[in-house]
């Protein structure tokens, strides 16, 4: 046997916690190919780094990016030239703006200030704060999409729930949702958002995986 030929059987993930690989074998299962799909990263942060879009992106697969962070913004537009780019951030009512917390570790940034005092207490700090333009997902895909999303992934540091307690899933139902649900902490054990995975199973998901950071949920098969 070649000695390099096992490596055809490996699989490549950008994801924390090979959330991708799970999607990608999910979307197998639901008859959809993952070259083609549509998608949307709520906090996307890095074209590559802990990214659920990345792998499918790699595929051909095409999406909206979303990114309030001018700085990781411009990192995402020149690597991911073939999605949209958004540099905004969600928000439950249409502003012109709205302050974002640039933490120590970009990961943290956070339009929550609840959720940045939070992590001060963890031993992280406010770097600067920022006015960025917002908009709710609704509006934005009214105006980008043309197709109800395959994928939603969504790491948006505090306002998660808000984000889906927003959305209208009657008109954009995706067929899977990939939800950071736990607690981040550093100084206890960390607690799951109980709440917010019963909130979506109440719209008629049900959980197909979690990786304990991550929940992935989907429509049905």
């Not at 960390?190 to 199973?201: E, F, G, S, Y």
């Amino acid at each position: 046997m070649n000695l390099f030929s096992k490596y055809k059987y490996s699989q490549k993930s950008y994801s924390q916690c090979g959330e991708d690989i799970i999607i990608n074998f999910l979307l197998r299962r639901l008859g959809l190919d993952s070259s083609s799909i549509f998608y949307i990263d709520i906090g996307a942060h890095h074209p590559y780094y802990l990214s659920n879009t990345a792998f499918f992106y790699e595929k051909g697969a095409r999406g909206i990016l979303i990114e309030p962070d001018p700085v990781l913004f411009k990192l995402l537009k020149k690597s991911r030239k073939n999605d949209i780019c958004l540099n905004l951030a969600i928000s439950q009512e249409i502003e012109n703006n709205i302050n974002l917390y640039i933490m120590s570790t970009p990961t943290l940034n956070t339009t929550s200030y609840e959720e940045a005092k939070k992590y001060e207490r963890e031993g992280y700090k406010i770097k600067d704060i920022i006015q960025v333009p917002c908009n709710s997902l609704n509006k934005i895909l009214e105006k980008f999409a043309q197709k109800h999303p395959n994928l939603i992934s969504i790491d948006a540091e505090g306002i998660d729930e808000i984000i889906i307690n927003n959305f209208d899933f009657k008109k954009w139902r995706p067929d899977i949702l990939c939800i950071e649900t736990l607690e981040f902490t550093t100084k206890r054990k960390p607690c799951k958002h109980h709440d917010l995975i019963k909130n979506i199973c109440d719209k008629g998901y049900q959980v197909y995986a979690d990786t304990f950071i991550n929940t992935i949920f989907y429509k049905g098969i």
